[in-house]
Structure formats: structure tokens, C-alpha cells
T-cell receptor, first 118, second 111 residues
Framework: DAGVTQSPTHLIKTRGQHVTLRCSPI?????VSWYQQVLGQGPQFIFQ???????GRGNFPDRFSARQFPNYSSELNVNALLLGDSALYLC?????????????????FGDGTRLSIL | QQPVQSPQAVILREGEDAVINCSSS?????VHWYRQKHGEAPVFLMI?????EQKGHEKISASFNEKKQQSSLYLTASQLSYSGTYFC????????????FGTGTSLTVIP
């Protein structure tokens, strides 16, 4: 079975632009989460989506938004890009059994999108 | 709010054992463990659930002390492939779900 797939793998943008990152979860997984990982640090939680609704939001500005589609794929949008947005953006999917909780199910990560802001 | 891990870094020789600790200032209902190799995505290792249920990896064990809000990951007879950064993680949130990864432990296994 295919794992979590993310596109694009690399992206270069300039300050002020916007970007859309895409994620396809493992087949059968209904929950998708987004993380930002800056070099040398652990992943920071941005959003969780379950059944097309936002179920969790981390401490990120409103420039960050996301959505989940009926096929459970997801997009992360970032507006008005800043230099500090340069990072690896990871998508993770989980089954979503028992509802929205992330606590009792493994998260399976895609390879990420490396975003560089010039 | 981020769980704190110790040690920050450890170097082992092949075959040696290691323990990685994860401590939280808030109540833990479950603890996840992930390993991330350089330039790769995190890979799920194990979940420890409140009440003792454990899901995960055959060759790696872990403990979860709910009262102390701590978890430990035990790597025995380490192999070169164990090298990477280990993260614990837990779900938390006053409104909705938020998942926090720990501060990370860099593990290097040398021949």
C-alpha cells in the first residue's frame, strides 16, 4: 500500500508570496495532521483535520490555513510568506478510529515538503 | 508545554544499551515514540497508553509512569540502524487536539 504522499518535495518562494502544499493520506486514514519542522528542532504541530473539519490548531498565525477534502487528502496554505517560514512541512495521517483523538493511534508521516523563502 | 527529553545526545557502540527519558509537566494520557533519521520523516515506533496497553515495535521496549508523567524508551543491543533522533510525543489541548513532540534525543551508534 502507498504511504503518505506529499507534493511538491521542494519549493522556493520569495517573501510575501503564498504557497499551497498537498498531502494524500494512507488509504483508509481519515485524520491528517500538519507539522512544521525547522532545522535542528522537532516537529511543531500546526493543524489536525478529521472528516473534513479542523479538530486541532497549534500556535501558528492566521496566515496558516488548511482544509481536508472528501477523499481525505489535505492542503496547507501559507500566505504572506516570511523568511521564518522556511522549514520542512510534514503531513501525517492516522486511522481516526474512535474519533478525532491523536493519542491512541500511530501517525504515519510523508517525506515532507522543503520550503525555502528567499 | 513541550515534553522534555534526556539525554540530549548519546553515543553508543554497537551492542550497547541505551535509555531515553521523556518527562511532561502536564498529565499524560498516552506517549508516542518516533525515530527520525537525518533528512527523513519521523517513523512511528511505539504508543504507550494509560492503563498499560502498548502498541508498537518488537525490538524496542518502553515504560510509562502515569503518576510521574514520565516515559522511558529502552534500546537493547543497539544496532547501527538505531542511529537517529528520537522524539516522544503526546496529545494535549484545552480546545481541540494538539500534538506536542518532545525536545529530542540524538542517538549515534558506532561500530
Amino acid at each position: 500500500d502507498a504511504g503518505v504522499t506529499q507534493s511538491p518535495t521542494h519549493l522556493i518562494k520569495t517573501r510575501g508570496q503564498h504557497v499551497t502544499l498537498r498531502c494524500s493520506p494512507i488509504s483508509g486514514h481519515k485524520s491528517v495532521s500538519w507539522y512544521q519542522q525547522v532545522l535542528g528542532q522537532g516537529p511543531q504541530f500546526i493543524f489536525q483535520y478529521y472528516e473534513k473539519e479542523e479538530r486541532g490548531r497549534g500556535n501558528f498565525p492566521d496566515r496558516f490555513s488548511a482544509r481536508q477534502f472528501p477523499n481525505y487528502s489535505s492542503e496547507l496554505n501559507v500566505n504572506a510568506l516570511l523568511l521564518g517560514d522556511s522549514a520542512l512541512y510534514l503531513c501525517a495521517s492516522s486511522l481516526g478510529l474512535g474519533g478525532t483523538t491523536l493519542s491512541n493511534q500511530p501517525q504515519h508521516f510523508g517525506d515532507g515538503t522543503r520550503l525555502s523563502i528567499l | 508545554q513541550q515534553p522534555v527529553q534526556s539525554p540530549q545526545a548519546v553515543i553508543l557502540r554497537e551492542g550497547e544499551d541505551a535509555v531515553i527519558n521523556c518527562s511532561s509537566s502536564k498529565a499524560l494520557y498516552s506517549v508516542h515514540w518516533y525515530r527520525q533519521k537525518h533528512g527523513e520523516a519521523p517513523v512511528f515506533l511505539m504508543i504507550l497508553l494509560k492503563g498499560g496497553e502498548q502498541k508498537g515495535h518488537e525490538k524496542i521496549s518502553a515504560s510509562f509512569n502515569e503518576k510521574k508523567q514520565q516515559s522511558s524508551l529502552y534500546l537493547t543491543a543497539s544496532q547501527l540502524s538505531y542511529s537517529g533522533t528520537y522524539f516522544c510525543g503526546t496529545e494535549r489541548g484545552n480546545t481541540g487536539n494538539q500534538f506536542y513532540f518532545g525536545t529530542g534525543t540524538s542517538l549515534t551508534v558506532i561500530p
